[in-house]
């Protein structure tokens, strides 16, 4: 009985670290797109300036 609990503790710890793992390069995708607009509303801001 033991060994299934401690296979569903191990079980439980790795899904929640991948979770984790891929809601970190979800974010990091967002930041780098975030950073993109950011660039490209910059650029618009200055064409309209000139």
């Known amino acids: 009985m033991q060994t299934y ?9 790795l ?7 891929i809601l970190a390069m979800r974010i990091r995708g967002v930041r780098t797109e975030l950073a993109a607009v950011e660039e490209l509303v910059r650029e618009q801001q200055l064409e309209k300036e000139l």
């Open 15 to 21: 899904a929640i670290c991948i979770y984790l793992a």
């Open 5 to 13: 609990l401690i296979a569903a503790y191990i079980i439980a710890w």
